[in-house]
């Protein structure tokens, strides 16, 4: 039987505040346990939170580049629950009233659609787009040694989340990633996060259930008499890199098929992806959890985010919108247009804001030196996407840790336009260039690299090549074509590589018509 | 609406509350009370009145994002029943 999985995917992204939510804590990573807390984000009695005007600026933003309405009116809540990284047993969210509503985000699809089996273009619904606080972190294990107690550190308490809810119109577990890989590049671009799943500041929860094809008229009817036996959700949790999102996903969607096929019956449930051993788990624990008592939090006003006779407070989010970045699909756009990129080169150029601005720099200091930005543009691409990212990539390394900068690698693509280096010598000098971080122009000189354009030069040395290969010299005349090719390489090996290859190429003939 | 036996120990629960019989039962008139009373409010034409989420007329406090440390974090720590180095001590709690 073909079943088709439905999924909703919940992302809480960190927001870059420099302070928290509703104190003047730091949000710096990394620092002692317990050294950012406060009165008010450790929950004493009578203090007041006070919410930052920064996060809100964040997550509007956000949820105006995610084609969402704002709210009129947005309020707090109080979402109650007892644990013991929430040192005020409830956490401040938002239930009625959220942010912003009802947006969508446009997922742009791999290149290998054959793969993925995806439409190239689809439209993922937004549900709400909400700002809560963030709890504490709790730790079990000192090193490799277990403890029988628990640590609790309450730095991260209080930091800005931004809850990102789409509606459940994914329909695999590709579609899941490209979502969040989507997502995390306009919060990229947003300047609103880092989006960095390794420290945690982006998460990503999902809700999951399987329906049959609805082309299968038979289940259609097992389904119609069965009632609730199909569509039932379960939510995964702790899918925290976007390989772990595949992984979890898959698992549990060929898990509900199975309880399905087998006759079984799937429970709501929580349930917990566990990396190292490749599977979801229940996590029975949370069997209250999901009452939380909602009310709204007493402690804060409301937001009054757009009323008509109130010019201020429509300004705040006017001026949001008014000064909303470049989006991922608009750059890629533009790329395409001023630069003439192809889709894929655009694609990817733009995949990461700093690639992105890495490119345009690399450019703008080329234009500078006067050459025409159709000729550059290419090869910058080029040069970008297969020997600078084949290079980082390999080590891991992300754009902003290059050795080579915009000027340097434009310096090397000025040398190979102006045919002072062949674009041969231009990859040996690329790999010292990223090795020592020097100029191009400086190893060109130091390794005596320059191209050799001096025809009698040239000339001088395809005379010795054709005496001492006599034999291939009689095969080519013999008419064996694929011969020069061989003389060509003994010439540019010659000249360790600096021979204009043009100049070769055309002296080389001259020279076997006339010999 | 009435409150039951059962709703005060199921709420009781999830406040982490022990309670004795004698308080469930307290508890249970006294909180049908309340309904009472909201019964009585509902009485009260409200179509045109919109909900009140905070009895304040005040909107929109907000501050700017500036770090102000407190410096005086081990005062917090202190309030601790058990701590260890910097962090505070809990039962054990593992998914
Ligand atoms: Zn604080």
Request: include cysteine; glycine fraction near 6%; hydrophobic fraction near 35%.
């Amino acid at each position: 039987m073909n079943y088709q999985p439905v999924i909703g995917l919940e992302v809480h992204c960190q927001l870059k505040t420099k302070s928290k939510l509703f104190c003047a804590c730091s949000t710096e990573f990394g620092l002692p346990a317990n050294s950012n807390i406060c009165p008010v984000c450790t929950g004493q009695p009578g203090v007041l939170p006070v919410l930052n005007k920064k996060a809100v600026e964040y997550a509007i933003r956000t949820a105006i580049a995610l084609n969402c309405k704002t709210a009129q009116q947005s309020i707090f809540a109080r979402k109650n629950y007892f644990y013991p990284d929430l040192p005020k047993n409830y956490q401040i969210s938002q239930y009625e009233m959220p942010l912003a509503e009802d947006g969508y985000l446009e997922i742009l699809n791999a290149e290998n659609a054959e793969i993925s089996r995806i439409p190239r273009k689809k439209r993922i619904g937004i549900q709400r787009v909400h700002l809560e606080e963030d709890a504490g972190k709790l730790l079990h294990a000192v090193g490799s040694q277990e403890l029988d107690y628990s640590l609790v550190d309450f730095n991260r308490t209080g930091i800005p989340l931004l809850e990102i809810v789409s509606a459940p119109e994914i329909n695999s577990p590709e579609e899941a990633y490209f979502y969040l890989q989507t997502l995390k590049m306009n919060l990229q671009y947003l300047d609103v996060s880092d989006c960095d799943m390794e420290k945690g500041s982006l998460r990503c929860d999902g809700n999951v259930s399987v329906v049959a094809e609805p082309s299968n008229l038979e289940l259609e009817r097992k389904v119609a008499g069965s009632g609730k036996k199909l569509g039932v959700k379960t939510e995964i949790k702790n899918m925290n890199s976007f390989k772990a999102l595949k992984e979890a996903l898959s698992y549990e969607i060929n898990r509900q098929i199975e309880v399905l096929e087998s006759g079984g019956k799937i429970v709501q449930e929580t349930r917990l992806w566990d990396a190292d051993r490749g599977i979801t788990q229940s996590m029975r624990s949370k069997e209250y959890a999901h009452d939380y008592r909602y009310f709204p939090e007493p402690d804060l006003v409301p937001l009054i985010l757009s009323i008509d006779h109130d010019l201020r407070e429509e300004n705040f989010v006017a001026e949001i919108k008014k000064n909303l970045p470049e989006l991922p699909a608009q750059r890629k756009e533009r790329f395409i247009k001023e630069y003439q990129l192809s889709e894929y080169d655009a694609g990817v150029v733009t995949a990461e804001k700093k690639l992105a601005d890495y490119y345009e720099d690399t450019v703008k200091k080329l234009q500078v030196t006067g050459f025409k930005l159709q000729i550059v543009a290419k090869t910058i691409a080029n040069w970008i996407t297969t020997e600078l990212l084949g290079k980082l990539n390999a080590e891991k390394k992300a754009i902003i840790d290059s050795p080579i900068k915009p000027e340097d690698l434009a310096g090397l693509i000025k040398l190979i336009q102006e045919g002072t280096i062949s674009g041969k010598i231009a990859k040996t000098v690329f790999e010292e260039m990223y090795n020592t971080g020097k100029k191009a122009e400086k190893i060109v000189q130091e390794k005596g690299l320059v191209q050799l354009t001096d025809e009698k030069e040239i000339a001088k040395i395809i005379e010795g090549v054709l005496r001492e290969n006599e034999t291939i010299v009689r095969e080519y005349k013999a008419g064996k074509e694929r011969a020069l090719g061989a003389l060509v390489g003994a010439v540019m090996k010659k000249t360790q590589g600096r021979a204009n290859p043009q100049l070769v190429n055309k002296i080389l003939e001259e020279k076997l018509r006339s010999c | 609406m009435k409150i039951t036996k059962k709703d005060v120990e199921y709420v009781a629960k999830l406040a982490r509350l022990a309670l004795t019989e004698e308080e469930k039962e307290k508890f249970c008139s006294q909180l049908n009370q309340i309904l009472l009373y909201m019964e009585k409010l509902n009485e009260l034409e409200t179509k045109d009145v919109p909900p009140t989420s905070h009895v304040l007329a005040l909107k929109n406090v907000w501050r700017e994002d500036e770090v102000k440390p407190f410096t005086h974090t081990k005062e917090i720590l202190k309030n601790a029943p058990e701590k260890e180095g910097n962090y505070f001590k809990v039962k054990k709690v593992i998914e």
